[in-house]
């Protein structure tokens, strides 16, 4: 079965770091695009960050400089470091992979994961 599974996400104080994982099971994530999104309720899913082999990576400008996005394809597995995390931060998570163009376009990802949510409070 295919599946995408995020885990790491939870309580921080702003001003910490949480380091999210995406674990791939059922296919093999080395030929996808990973991307990181995030949601809070009521508002629209946002990109956050990219990563492929083809095109790099991408950071969205509200996370650029605090974020990295990384892959371990060995362990067929992303991660998303979080840094310097603001309580605007705050959202559900959720990671997705495409193989179409090697880009993250929300409507283009083919498998997404259900999210782990990161609460950054004090």
């Known amino acids: 079965q295919v599946q995408l599974v995020e885990s790491g996400g939870g309580l921080v104080q702003p001003g910490g770091s949480l380091r999210l994982s995406c674990a791939a099971s059922g296919f093999t994530l080395d030929y996808y695009a990973i991307g990181w999104f995030r949601q809070v309720p009521g508002k629209e899913r946002e990109g956050v960050s990219c990563?492929?082999?083809?095109?790099?990576?991408y950071y969205a400008d509200s996370v650029k400089g605090r974020f990295t996005i990384s892959r371990n394809n060995a362990k067929n597995t992303g991660y998303l470091q979080m840094n310097s995390l603001k309580p605007e931060d705050t959202a559900i998570y959720y990671c997705?992979?495409?193989?179409?163009?090697?880009?993250?376009?929300?409507?283009?990802?083919?498998?997404w994961g259900k999210g782990t949510l990161v609460t950054v409070s004090s």
């Open positions: 997705a992979a495409t193989n179409t163009f090697g880009t993250c376009n929300y409507y283009g990802m083919r498998y």
């Open positions: 990563i492929s082999s083809i095109n790099g990576t």
